[in-house]
């Protein structure tokens, strides 16, 4: 009988606390100031210098560059970027590495879908992800 009295007294004090659970589709998450979601790329940045590539564990990333058009300016200009999605454990290392900050982390987590080549995301998506920016990364 005194176990089941201090159940009781146990559940009623929880009933009285604040709830923990989120309405999430309708609210957003409050997340960590440092979490890593989905990259954002800015190509007017990138120097085509393959070191996200390069220290990508897990080689999720296919970058490559052309030959600038005009003769005078050396260098290189970006010619296509992909992340696969699939693979990528947001490791922080591609945006770590990159001179110009060319890659951004932020703090986008939605990529749920329902096919796998979905997951695939080119340069054209990457640019246009602007959700949820990191706060240290706002200029």
Not at 5 to 23: E, H, P
Not at 49 to 54: I, L
């Amino acid at each position: 009988m005194r176990g089941l009295a201090k159940g009781l007294k146990y559940t009623l004090n929880q009933l009285t606390k604040k709830k923990v659970t989120y309405n999430y589709p309708e609210e957003p998450l409050p997340l960590p100031d440092r979490f890593r979601g989905i990259q954002k790329f800015y190509p007017e940045k990138c120097i085509v210098c393959n070191q996200c590539s390069n220290i990508c564990p897990t080689d999720c990333i296919e970058l490559t560059g052309k030959k600038h058009p005009d003769p005078t300016k050396k260098g290189k200009i970006i010619d296509t970027y992909d992340i696969n999605f699939e693979i990528c454990i947001l490791c922080d290392l591609c945006t770590e590495v990159c001179p110009t900050e060319a890659i951004i982390m932020t703090n986008n987590f939605e990529l749920a879908t329902y096919s796998r080549d979905d997951l695939f995301k080119n340069l054209e998506w990457l640019d246009e992800n602007d959700t949820n920016i990191r706060k240290e990364n706002k200029a």
